[in-house]
């Protein structure tokens, strides 16, 4: 149950905060902040259990036949992880609270900060391979949202689409890698992934399995060659930076590769991958973030060096470089938050963060200044700070490696010359900001902010004094669960101490402190001449790579779709049904499909053969008619559809039958909607020939005959298949009535047994309804594209060019009597669409066949009083339809966990009422609901999106040409 509580809150606190007006910044901020904290106070709850145990675990069924179930589990690591993610997540919601203008949209920004927060405790807190991916992907889209917060800057959108691209691109490669692991393992279960590290290792795919995860990993945490996006991010907020950049997002990808290192640890591969890619982030970052002007860029190549500096430990294949690592991610947490944040108020007080601007502050800022000092010295590694311990760990690693000759030289060198460096960035950052003359060129007049706005980062640099001090003291304990959570009982002897003695670790460091001060004062001089310029790699601009990349990519699509697009519809379509002919084939070519022998135990009839002839002959004239005349082709079409329909009534399917006769009802009447303002139809392509035009002609008609003949070839042999192979329909009747709870078998499969599909499908069509009512609703047709077709233009001339109005008396009073009696038929149509829905489950009917039997009611009122009539019933607003179906179809797929059964199964209550007797109950009548709602909204929606367009059209030919809409 904590578990579960932990997950759900931050989400549950961000839909509230989606609610909130945009001007109520205290409200979201406590949403956002008492999410957090509860999250915090939860797993801190769960500590004496993970403590003694080394794991609590909930699984819910999910999908049990493919051996996937949501599954929460919390060992050590977790909960460290989710302590850091909850706690820092209530410190950016203070700090976050004084840092946004009232000019901000706040909770919008609340609202992704706990979407995001829910998101990243997923992806810790999973079991689950394909959970942990589920996360994994909204982690990279809140945090979207959240760096393209500001959306009215340019470089806020450009650097949320590359953090987008960047991970959402690794993702695939983790997705791919988790699949195969699945496949390799046969479970996705975490637990059993983790048991099967042996098979794993030795198994011909472990090369590319490592890669795939490496590519996600390295992605997410932006190491080397991938850690360009970074620094675009930092276009973000400063608490979207101190939270996602320091604390929580780029920790995801080390997060992972310690999560999975007793699995791929130990081997060549991995070494070189992992550790390669560390090595170059911790150089490059180091080396880059020393030349940087803005004072969020410093931090941000700081940061992939310090990651670089984790992944490299993560990389070395030896158990106290893992505890390293992990002392490390928490350490970097701390101080580097603390510094984004004190930049923050920096650039929040002062009004720019350009360091050859800054300058003085520590007189005007003497509480900010303090804290930046310290937490810069943290990250500098200074002693008695918790940066130098977690550095001093990782030279004791580069020191003790074993191997070749230029690892043992190199690696320490390299730790050496990286420290260096982070003592010159760190100082070059403190003392140009906060010492040297006051500076009288800012924006504003800096001072210290609220004190409650300090309080975020003064807690953050207590953690980094209290830790550095006493470190076995504060975290000792902690990191042993830590380990036992990663290691199990093979965790390694580790001794947190400030002092070890001289030896040649506190050396390097002396060292790297030196050496760092001296490059301070050598780099000074130049920095003042050529500030913001990175020398030697100034040239390798991994932004402008990226985006020579997408201009590349941009510019081949392009060119592809000149070859392929074309102005007519027909050659697309042409080409898309041809793909999917030769797709399709493709199985077929290996043979052995077709029987050798034909049998049916039904004989055809003759008036069966009669009627497919006359669907026959409307489709081929509905398709001739198409030149000449529409509204005919329609009805030709319409004709084939009813004989469709009478072949389900006749091949005793009731329920395919009654569903199709509703949908060529609703379609007819939208479709003679549209073809009111179609554009006009070309004759024939420039340049055309009378026999090429014919042969274009057969061409089609052999197509259509081939897609045609072709599905219906794979139909009848399906139907006809020996029962060497039987058909699953045998199971579907079988268990429909015990597993399902229903007698009706097409119901059970759509609401039960195919329900993630159903649900896909009216996800689908509420999505195509939306976007038919956005591209319509602000559309109208061009003069000339009326202009072009005269006849169209002297038939709607014809048509009255107002609308009836709801209130004003029909003129005339024969028309008076229809209009009353389709008015009475919407409570019939609307009691037949109840019937229609409750009963499905055991007798023809159903959701979707209720719903549209609604829709043609509210069509049918649509017909005698135009669109205003619809429009103007409170109960019709179709967008709020499609909402709470969606809703209501996935609180019932949802609703059966708490019994303890698989998503989207059926959840069978059986009440006992006084003088009534037994009710039969079941949760798929809740799903068919929400069916039946959803497909009510997107049938009024396309219903009111097309008529008023044809208003619309019928207005640029009856108005004159400079009369405005809304006069019109």
């Known amino acids: 149950m904590l578990l579960t509580l932990i997950l759900a809150i931050p989400f549950a606190g961000s839909l509230c905060a989606a609610l909130l007006p945009s001007n109520a910044r205290r409200a979201g901020a406590w949403i956002a902040g008492g999410s957090a904290l509860a999250c915090l106070a939860l797993t801190l709850a769960a500590t004496p259990q993970v403590a003694a145990l080394g794991m609590i675990k909930l699984s819910i069924p999910w999908i049990p036949s493919q051996g996937v179930d949501l599954t929460l589990r919390m060992d050590g690591y977790a909960w460290l992880f989710a302590v850091i993610v909850s706690a820092m997540g209530a410190l950016i919601a203070l700090y976050a609270h004084y840092y946004l203008s009232d000019q901000d949209p706040v909770p919008r920004f609340f609202t992704f900060l706990l979407s995001f927060m829910g998101a990243m405790l997923g992806v810790v807190l999973a079991g689950n391979l394909i959970q942990l991916l589920v996360f994994w992907e909204l982690t990279s889209l809140s945090s979207f949202m959240l760096i393209g917060y500001w959306q009215h800057r340019p470089e806020a959108r450009r650097g949320a689409r590359m953090a987008l691209l960047v991970t959402g691109g690794g993702g695939f490669c983790l997705l791919a890698s988790m699949l195969i692991i699945g496949h390799i393992v046969g479970s996705y279960d975490l637990d059993a992934v983790l048991a099967a590290a042996g098979e794993i290792r030795s198994h011909r795919w472990y090369p590319i399995l490592l890669v795939l995860l490496a590519l996600g990993a390295l992605t997410k945490s932006a190491q080397f060659p991938f850690h360009f996006w970074l620094p675009n991010a930092m276009a973000a907020p400063t608490p979207v930076s101190a939270y996602l950049h320091s604390a929580t997002m780029v920790k995801a990808g080390v997060f992972l590769l310690a999560r999975f290192w007793p699995i791929f640890s130990g081997t060549d591969w991995w070494t070189w991958t992992i550790g390669g890619a560390g090595l170059c982030s911790l150089l490059l970052g180091a080396y880059a973030a020393t030349f940087q002007r803005d004072i969020k860029s410093v931090l941000a190549y700081s940061t992939i060096s310090h990651l670089g500096l984790i992944t490299l430990l993560l990389g070395m294949n ?447 069509l509420a999505i195509v309804a939306l976007c038919v009512y956005a591209l319509l609703r602000r559309f109208r047709p061009p003069a000339e594209a009326l202009a072009a077709s005269p006849r169209l233009r002297r038939i709607l001339q014809q048509v009255p060019a107002r609308e009836p109005d709801i209130k004003a008396p029909l003129p005339d009073g024969l028309m008076h009597v229809p209009a009353v009696l389709v008015r009475l038929l919407l409570p019939v149509s609307t009691l037949i669409s109840l019937y229609f829905l409750l009963r499905g489950h055991n007798l023809p009917g159903g959701g979707f066949v209720g ?103 019928h207005r640029n030919i009856t108005e004159p040409a400079d009369t405005p809409l809304a006069e019109a």
């Open 318 to 764: 030896s158990r106290l470089a893992l505890v390293a690592a992990v002392f490390h991610m928490v350490n970097h947490a701390t101080f580097k938050a603390s510094l984004f944040m004190a930049a923050g108020i920096v650039d929040h007080e002062s009004g720019t963060r350009d360091l050859t601007r800054l300058s003085g502050l520590r007189t005007l800022m003497p509480l900010t200044a303090t804290l930046a000092m310290v937490s810069a010295a943290a990250m500098a590694g200074v002693p008695l700070l918790n940066g130098f311990i977690s550095k001093e760990m990782f030279f004791a690693e580069t020191v003790f490696i074993t191997g070749h000759w230029a690892s043992r030289w190199g690696l320490p060198l390299a730790a050496v010359i990286a420290g260096a460096f982070s003592v010159t960035y760190s100082l070059r950052l403190v003392l140009q900001v906060f010492f040297g003359p006051p500076a009288t060129d800012l924006p504003r007049t800096p001072h210290d902010p609220a004190r409650m706005m300090l309080i975020p980062c003064t807690i953050l640099v207590v953690i980094c004094l209290a830790v550095g001090i006493l470190p076995n003291l504060t975290l000792g304990a902690v990191l042993d669960m830590v380990m036992r959570g990663l290691l199990g009982s093979r965790v390694p002897v580790f001794d947190l101490q400030v002092w070890h003695g001289i030896n040649l670790p506190l050396i390097m460091s002396l060292i790297a402190l030196v050496a760092g001060i001296g490059l301070y004062l050598a780099l000074r001089e130049r920095d003042r001449r050529a500030p913001g310029q990175v020398p030697l790699i100034y040239r390798l601009d991994g932004r402008q790579s990226f985006e020579t990349l997408l201009e590349a990519i941009d510019s081949g699509s392009s060119r592809l779709l000149g070859w392929l697009q074309s102005q007519r519809l027909q050659v697309q379509v042409l080409l898309l049904v041809l793909c999917t002919l030769g797709v399709a084939a493709l199985p077929l070519l290996r043979g052995g499909w077709w029987p050798q022998a034909f049998a049916s135990d039904t004989p055809l009839q003759w008036s069966f053969g009669l009627m497919w002839l006359m669907g026959g002959a409307c489709a081929v004239a509905a398709a001739y008619q198409a030149k000449y005349h529409r509204t005919a082709s329609l009805m030709l079409a319409g004709a084939t559809g009813l004989i469709t329909c009478v072949t389900f009534a006749w091949l005793s399917a009731p329920d395919l039958a009654l569903t199709q006769l509703a949908v060529e009802v609703v379609t007819t009447v939208l479709i003679l909607l549209g073809l009111r303002w179609l554009p006009p139809r070309i004759e024939e392509f420039p340049g055309a020939t009378w026999r090429r035009t014919q042969w274009r002609r057969w061409r089609d008609f052999a197509v259509a005959v081939a897609g045609g003949a072709g599905l219906a070839a794979l139909a009848y042999v399906m139907m006809i298949r020996p029962s060497a192979h039987p058909s699953i329909s045998g199971f579907f009747v079988r268990q429909a009535w015990p597993l399902g709870g229903g007698a009706n078998v097409v119901n059970v499969i759509l609401v039960d047994f195919r329900a993630f599909d159903t649900f896909g499908e009216i996800t689908v």
């Open 851 to 953: 719903g549209l039997v609604m829709a043609t009611g509210i069509i049918l009122q649509y017909m005698v009083g135009g669109i205003l009539w619809v429009e103007a019933r409170p109960l019709i607003r179709p967008q709020i339809w499609i909402a709470l179906g969606l809703l209501v179809a996935g609180g019932a797929a949802m609703a059966v966990w708490w019994a303890g059964q698989p998503l989207l199964s059926a959840y069978v209550l059986d009440l006992v009422l006084p003088l009534i007797g037994v009710i039969h109950l079941s949760s798929v009548l809740v799903f068919d609901l929400g069916v039946y709602m959803l497909v009510v909204g997107a049938t009024i929606l396309f219903l009111i999106a097309l008529a008023h367009q044809s208003l619309r059209f």
